[in-house]
């Protein structure tokens, strides 16, 4: 039994008044201070781990101001703030031990587009990816190109200067602003933009603080104009923050104040609005995938490829190649990387394709060059859908590198040098050397084209011979990168590097940017420590040595580490911050926008838990529960609100639906679906299960008892008062029919293993075996019977196994003794068949591959159940030659979270089988249905499942009756989900074809 858990930190009293005399003001957003949300905000894509006290949501600029100018009030000196964009960063730009501003959840539209003027206007909570899918029907683009595009707020993107992919023709996101709004720390209001001289004076006379501002910028970059040009390098990478070389345009002409602000990670003022600058989208583009037998040839050969003028030049190592074999984007890639140990991806654009042509003739004339050395072929391409994953392949570079084998991971902390393009082999060798005489692993990838290196040591944070081997290696870098005339701080921002600022600004210039910070915000309320700290305060700048997450993960027991080491394998990458409603990464995230119901937020609650529960006197072999009677005491104690850190992280493993999407989409492939099932076993060792629980993790066995009589229990859950009953003691909506039709009459299924076993070898070749599984033979019989007949159509001898429990929905609510008993069990009884020369095939994609998930994981026999199949997956194997059909219209699939997360071209082949049948099929990218086998059915989870409906699945499936038969569904969920909220039922693709196979016998006869 676990022991109750009392969370270790409090809100100190300060900020708890200051969150209650907010909630007294006029600000409408959310105020988090419980630990759970805390939890989350502690933690960005660094090696830092900085709990604050509380956050803050606004909804509006006003909101803003109104903390602003409660935190002015005396007896609210000492609260300072950090805003928050999508927490991406990787050196802690936004961590803080007292209040988060986080503008994601509210301030995230798109406020006005000027198609004519090319420029839009945006709140700074806005996604990248999701301003461009905006943008795009207008054929435009906001140029800045980052790797977490899909999850990167423009807010985040102005705070650290974001540049990325293609920034050596199109710059960084500070050439970009046109105009910015923000908020002073006193609660100033401001809008700022590029303005002439005339105008400047106008502004220098303005009373108040932004007088002031203007006044000593200018003032600043007047008299240092000499200096600051010799102090700052001509690179295209330069420092970002404070960027006193671009105040001025070259013509020194008109003068920006939004170069100070961009880069200065929330230090100055609160971004509130953002008027930006757009650019055409191409409309020529090739890229060419380079390959090249080593690193170190790849960087060779990307000064030469700058001769060219190619758009961009990106390279990817041979550690991340390697690891992108384990992730669902190498299947999308793998024809065009072919065996390259390193890739340059060199991209082309132009006006049209003619003039592209004559740019690239003479480089492909040198890729056609045997002589040269290092390079072993390429990959040319201007296919969007071959562009894309090449692209993606790039982007996934750094979060791979979580999911490289071993204690050592690879982590972010001197990861965006960059020195010019010319010294960048010679200092890459020399970076090489460097991280060789620690004996240590590391992948580098980067922006070649303007010397910007993404560098990632693999260490153990949670070794404390490790953790002191940051401030090592940090001080050589900087060391090695000045030697080159670079920054230690490329792309990437300062945070816990500022200690380093002086070093690159020189000694005066540091002071300068103190008294900017200092005229800005004086009290040091924004951010503090981070850059530079105001020129008169004592205040002291952040440190190297800031507390770190493996400081807090070394304290849990080294038994719960390895159990959930998924969970300690996420590295805060973020990926499942994924906002595209047509990816299957997260659905309870994207439709909460709380990033507690992400799978780094239930990663963090996890590791806290353990944390506490390794510090308790709990003994980690004891799994027994308390007797019933102490369980509901303990339960009636809960439903008090006694607090137990316990319910905090049940409650944000509810939210989530198991489809499974992070085992794929997360490049650390965190399985919070498993992760969930060990906490719930747990759990509930001290606390009562709900009824319905058992109900649900019982429902294969109960569906099995209701198929003998369909009628009555249809009959029976169909009025109106069993649905009042059901949805008052089981908390159950819409539950599922049992079909009519009933396998047992209909088919021969008493098949006995003597039976399969006394086949001959040529009758074995010529068989299949078809599993069972709940939902299709007792709530979709139907198709287990279309499914039959197809394979006889197709010539296959077809022996239909005996039902049985395969245990799934035991594992999902966290019955994992009741699961493993199951699973020995079923190995027992199917290790007969497998070990025969005989396919076995399951139709229900969930239920299927739960033998060689979580099957697989309990067995001793490695792979034994690789040999159970999709359909579509042994279809594809085979060297048959299938009817051909005529049919000109297209399908259109709908694929299952499971089968899209395990199998990584499971929809590739479903393309494949009908192609090879002579019918055409689209396939449709949808992210999850929103049912997820139970989810959609528990009473408090309806609204979120149809709101995670709606946002994908309805705007893919067509209105017009007409076309609903040309669109398929492989998931039992997703069909029962179409028909409750669409009120039409989809076909499985294999029914369609069983017609068509039918209808073609039938006119040949």
């Known amino acids: 039994?676990?022991?109750?858990?009392?969370?270790?930190?409090?809100?100190?009293?300060?900020?708890?008044?200051?969150?209650?005399?907010?909630?007294?003001?006029?600000?409408?957003?959310?105020?988090?201070?419980?630990?759970?949300?805390?939890?989350?905000?502690?933690?960005?894509n660094s090696i830092y781990q900085i709990l604050p006290q509380a956050l803050v949501f606004p909804r509006t600029s006003q909101d803003i101001r109104e903390v602003f100018k409660l935190a002015n009030k005396t007896e609210f000196e000492s609260v300072t703030f950090s805003p928050r964009g999508g927490g991406t960063g990787t050196n802690g730009q936004s961590l803080s031990p007292s209040i988060i501003i986080d503008c994601s959840k509210y301030m995230n539209q798109v406020l006005e587009v000027n198609i004519k003027e090319q420029w839009v206007r945006v709140q700074p909570g806005i996604i990248l990816d999701q301003l461009n899918q905006i943008l795009a029907d207008h054929n435009l683009f906001f140029a800045p190109s980052l790797a977490p595009s899909n999850r990167a707020t423009i807010g985040g993107m102005i705070n650290t200067d974001a540049a990325g992919k293609g920034s050596r023709i199109y710059g960084k996101t500070s050439d970009h602003i046109l105009a910015l709004n923000w908020v002073l720390s006193d609660g100033t209001l401001a809008t700022s933009s590029q303005v002439n001289l005339e105008t400047l004076n106008i502004l220098k006379q303005q009373e108040g603080r932004l007088g002031e501002i203007y006044r000593l910028i200018d003032k600043l970059v007047s008299e240092k104009a000499e200096l600051i040009d010799n102090i700052f390098p001509k690179l295209t990478r330069f420092m970002t923050g404070y960027n006193l070389a671009k105040v001025y345009d070259e013509s020194r002409k008109y003068f920006d104040i939004n170069r100070i602000l961009a880069g200065s990670e929330g230090t100055l003022g609160v971004i509130t609005e953002a008027k930006l600058k757009l650019t055409k989208i191409p409309k020529a583009t090739q890229l060419f995938a380079i390959h090249y037998q080593n690193f170190d040839a790849a960087l060779r050969d990307a000064e030469h490829l700058l001769t060219y003028e190619p758009a961009a030049i990106e390279t990817v190592d041979e550690t991340i190649l390697e690891l992108a074999k384990d992730d669902s984007i190498f299947e999308e890639v793998k024809n065009f990387v072919g065996s390259a140990k390193a890739l340059n991806l060199v991209e082309f654009i132009a006006e049209n394709n003619h003039n592209l042509e004559k740019q690239i003739s003479s480089l492909i004339s040198k890729l056609q060059d045997k002589s040269k050395p290092g390079i072993i072929g390429y990959y040319?391409?201007?296919?969007?859908?071959?562009?894309?994953?090449?692209?993606?392949?790039?982007?996934?570079?750094?979060?791979?590198?979580?999911?490289?084998?071993?204690?050592?991971?690879?982590?972010?902390?001197?990861?965006?040098?960059?020195?010019?393009?010319?010294?960048?082999?010679?200092?890459?060798?020399?970076?090489?050397?460097?991280?060789?005489?620690?004996?240590?692993?590391?992948?580098?990838?980067?922006?070649?084209?303007?010397?910007?290196?993404?560098?990632?040591?693999?260490?153990?944070?949670?070794?404390?011979?490790?953790?002191?081997?940051?401030?090592?290696?940090?001080?050589?870098?900087?060391?090695?990168?000045?030697?080159?005339?670079?920054?230690?701080?490329?792309?990437?921002?300062?945070?816990?590097?500022?200690?380093y600022t002086p070093l690159f600004f020189g000694e005066e210039l540091y002071q300068d940017l103190r008294k900017i910070k200092e005229v800005f915000d004086t009290k040091n309320k924004l951010n503090p420590g981070k850059i530079v700290t105001p020129y008169h305060s004592t205040d002291k700048i952040v440190k190297l040595e800031s507390t770190l997450r493996g400081q807090f993960d070394r304290q849990v027991s080294q038994q719960f580490r390895k159990e959930y080491e998924a969970a300690f394998n996420c590295n805060g990458n973020g990926a499942c911050f994924n906002f595209n409603p047509d990816e299957i990464i997260c659905p309870s995230a994207k439709q909460t926008r709380d990033r507690i119901h992400s799978p780094k937020g239930r990663a963090m609650l996890l590791r806290e838990w353990l944390r506490l529960l390794s510090k308790s006197d709990f003994n980690k072999d004891n799994n027994e529960s308390l007797s019933i009677p102490k369980k509901i005491w303990y339960t009636l104690k809960k439903w008090q609100g006694k607090e137990d850190f316990s319910h905090d992280v049940y409650q944000g493993m509810q939210g989530c639906l198991a489809c499974k999407g992070c085992v794929s989409q997360c490049p650390i492939h965190v399985d919070i679906p498993s992760l969930k099932s060990l906490f719930l076993e747990r759990y509930h060792s001290r606390y009562l299960r709900p009824f319905r629980d058992y109900f649900m993790a019982n429902i294969e066995q109960l569906a099995y008892y209701q198929s003998f009589a369909p009628n009555i229990f249809n009959n029976v859950v169909q009025n109106s008062l069993s649905k009042l009953i059901i949805s008052k003691s089981l908390n159950l909506v819409d539950p599922p029919l049992i079909s009519p039709l009933i396998l047992r009459q209909k088919l021969t299924i008493e098949?006995?293993?003597?039976?399969?076993?006394?086949?001959?070898?040529?009758?074995?070749?010529?068989?299949?075996?078809?599993?069972?599984?709940?939902?299709?033979?007792?709530?979709?019989?139907?198709?287990?019977?279309?499914?039959?007949?197809?394979?006889?159509?197709?010539?296959?001898?077809?022996?239909?196994?005996?039902?049985?429990?395969?245990?799934?929905?035991?594992?999902?609510?966290?019955?994992?003794?009741?699961?493993?008993?199951?699973?020995?069990?079923?190995?027992?009884?199917?290790?007969?068949?497998?070990?025969?020369?005989?396919?076995?095939?399951?139709?229900?994609?969930?239920?299927?591959?739960?033998?060689?998930?979580?099957?697989?994981?309990?067995?001793?026999?490695?792979?034994?159940?690789?040999?159970?199949?999709?359909?579509?997956?042994?279809?594809?194997?085979?060297?048959?030659?299938?009817?051909?059909?005529?049919?000109?219209?297209?399908?259109?699939?709908?694929?299952?979270?499971?089968?899209?997360?395990?199998?990584?071209?499971?929809?590739?082949?479903?393309?494949?089988?009908?192609?090879?049948?002579?019918?055409?099929?689209?396939?449709?990218?949808?992210?999850?249905?929103?049912?997820?086998?139970?989810?959609?059915?528990?009473?408090?989870?309806?609204?979120?499942?149809?709101?995670?409906?709606?946002?994908?699945?309805?705007?893919?499936?067509?209105?017009?009756?007409?076309?609903?038969?040309?669109?398929?569904?492989?998931?039992?969920?997703?069909?029962?989900?179409?028909?409750?909220l669409s009120g039409w039922k989809p076909q499985h693709p294999i029914q369609v074809l069983n017609k068509l196979i039918s209808g073609t016998k039938n006119n040949a006869s």
């Open 1 to 44: 039994m676990i022991p109750k858990l009392e969370p270790e930190t409090t809100i100190n009293h300060t900020i708890a008044d200051f969150l209650s005399s907010l909630r007294d003001t006029s600000f409408s957003g959310d105020i988090k201070g419980d630990l759970a949300n805390r939890l989350i905000a502690s933690t960005d």
């Open 380 to 499: 040319k391409t201007d296919k969007l859908e071959e562009i894309k994953p090449l692209w993606l392949l790039r982007k996934k570079g750094a979060a791979l590198l979580g999911s490289m084998p071993g204690t050592r991971k690879p982590i972010a902390f001197i990861e965006d040098t960059a020195v010019n393009p010319r010294n960048l082999a010679n200092y890459t060798k020399e970076f090489k050397k460097l991280l060789n005489s620690y004996n240590l692993k590391y992948a580098m990838f980067g922006h070649v084209d303007v010397g910007c290196l993404h560098v990632r040591p693999a260490l153990d944070m949670k070794a404390p011979k490790d953790e002191k081997l940051i401030r090592e290696i940090s001080d050589k870098v900087v060391d090695l990168v000045r030697k080159y005339g670079g920054v230690i701080w490329g792309e990437h921002g300062k945070g816990f590097r500022s200690e």
């Open 751 to 980: 098949l006995k293993i003597e039976t399969l076993q006394n086949l001959s070898r040529e009758e074995q070749k010529n068989s299949i075996i078809l599993l069972q599984d709940a939902f299709t033979s007792f709530y979709e019989a139907q198709l287990v019977v279309d499914t039959y007949h197809f394979f006889e159509n197709l010539g296959y001898n077809v022996y239909l196994l005996p039902f049985f429990i395969n245990g799934k929905p035991l594992h999902l609510k966290g019955f994992i003794n009741q699961f493993k008993t199951v699973v020995m069990q079923n190995i027992k009884h199917l290790k007969k068949v497998l070990y025969l020369d005989i396919p076995l095939i399951g139709i229900e994609p969930s239920m299927t591959l739960t033998y060689r998930d979580e099957y697989d994981k309990i067995s001793d026999d490695e792979n034994i159940f690789n040999k159970v199949k999709l359909i579509q997956e042994f279809l594809v194997e085979q060297d048959k030659v299938f009817p051909k059909i005529k049919q000109n219209k297209p399908y259109y699939l709908l694929g299952h979270c499971h089968e899209k997360s395990l199998v990584f071209n499971s929809q590739k082949q479903w393309q494949t089988v009908f192609k090879n049948m002579g019918v055409r099929l689209n396939l449709v990218p949808v992210g999850c249905c929103g049912m997820a086998g139970m989810y959609g059915h528990e009473r408090e989870h309806y609204e979120s499942s149809q709101d995670i409906y709606r946002s994908s699945w309805q705007q893919h499936l067509p209105e017009n009756i007409e076309d609903r038969p040309y669109y398929l569904v492989t998931g039992y969920s997703c069909r029962s989900q179409v028909k409750r």
